[in-house]
């Protein structure tokens, strides 16, 4: 599902225009950023899901063309876990 495919389908549930549906969009993803961002961000919609950020550490990688060990810079990730509603229902 695309994001065009959410705003539809957001405007027809919601009996709303597609440029409200998409403006309520945009402003949950900044919303969801922003938190994200924070330290130790965390974002949790109960029954859906937690969206957190975690800290990969640096390490050893090999480069699959020439087999030649690299060196892969730590990052900071985001990992989703999906809520017990969200799991029963897949």
Avoid: C, H, W, Y
Wanted: charged letters at 30%.
């Amino acid at each position: 599902m695309t994001k065009a495919e959410i705003v539809e389908k957001a405007a027809k549930d919601a009996g709303i225009s597609k440029v409200a549906a998409t403006a309520v969009l945009s402003s949950f993803m900044d919303s969801v950023t922003k938190a994200l961002k924070k330290k130790n961000g965390k974002v949790t919609l109960v029954g859906f899901g937690t969206f957190q950020k975690v800290r990969r550490k640096a390490r050893k990688g090999r480069n699959p063309q020439t087999g030649e060990a690299i060196k892969i810079k730590a990052t900071n990730v985001v990992k989703f876990r999906p809520g017990k509603k969200l799991r029963d229902s897949i």
